[in-house]
T-cell receptor, first 111, second 114 residues
Framework: LAKTTQPISMDSYEGQEVNITCSHNNIATNDYITWYQQFPSQGPRFIIQGYKTKVTNEVASLFIPADRKSSTLSLPRVSLSDTAVYYCLVAMNSGNTPLVFGKGTRLSVIA | DSGVTQTPKHLITATGQRVTLRCSPRSGDLSVYWYQQSLDQGLQFLIQYYNGEERAKGNILERFSAQQFPDLHSELNLSSLELGDSALYFC?????????????FGSGTRLTVV
């Protein structure tokens, strides 16, 4: 599995756009990039997945440059309820190794 | 409601005891994964079952065991409990036996060993 590096924590004010960058220098050709969100005392929740360029859904956008060595999760206009830990994972969609979660990025949204 | 049901939500027990955690996967999902989350270790993968068979093993202690039943629900058995086993235990399910397809997690069981 490709190793990922992301900031341990970030702070943001309500209403701002938040960008969390994940570094995955040894990403393999068949790897996909997936982000999960975890609220306190709840299980992680799938947010978004992408392979290259840009993916957008109702929750977030995921930007992946051409070399795929990093990715950026963008949360538009965050609210207090977006306070959570965000995990970046890199793995093959057809791989046979269960997902391995790192420490994630703890996002604190301040009023 | 994610569709993955874990019971009980909270469990308090004494050292040396044995407990069983239960997980019902989302309808249609055949894989069940167990994870342990403690404050200092983050989310640690324990074990995976697919359609009743063990498929992958992570950092699961010998005192812990699991199984998946014909109706696809799974149980995680923790025995000879120690204070350090206090943690949140999550179950996740997915439709396939492998791969990075979306995992759906339950709300977890908070185990406190006193």
């Amino acid at each position: 599995l490709a190793k990922t590096t992301q900031p341990i924590s970030m702070d943001s004010y309500e209403g701002q756009e938040v960008n969390i960058t994940c570094s995955h220098n040894n990403i393999a050709t068949n790897d996909y990039i997936t982000w999960y969100q975890q609220f306190p005392s709840q299980g992680p929740r799938f947010i978004i997945q992408g392979y290259k360029t840009k993916v957008t859904n109702e929750v977030a956008s995921l930007f992946i440059p051409a070399d795929r060595k990093s990715s950026t999760l963008s949360l538009p206009r965050v609210s207090l309820s977006d306070t959570a830990v965000y995990y970046c994972l890199v793995a093959m969609n057809s791989g046979n190794t269960p997902l391995v979660f790192g420490k994630g990025t703890r996002l604190s949204v301040i009023a | 409601d994610s569709g993955v049901t874990q019971t009980p939500k909270h469990l308090i027990t004494a050292t040396g005891q044995r407990v069983t955690l239960r997980c019902s996967p989302r309808s249609g999902d055949l894989s069940v994964y167990w994870y342990q989350q403690s404050l200092d270790q983050g989310l640690q993968f324990l074990i995976q079952y697919y359609n009743g068979e063990e498929r992958a093993k992570g950092n699961i202690l010998e005192r812990f065991s699991a199984q998946q039943f014909p109706d696809l629900h799974s149980e995680l058995n923790l025995s000879s409990l120690e204070l350090g086993d206090s943690a949140l235990y999550f179950c996740a399910s997915s439709i396939r036996d492998r791969g990075n397809y979306g995992y759906t997690f339950g709300s977890g069981t908070r185990l406190t060993v006193v």
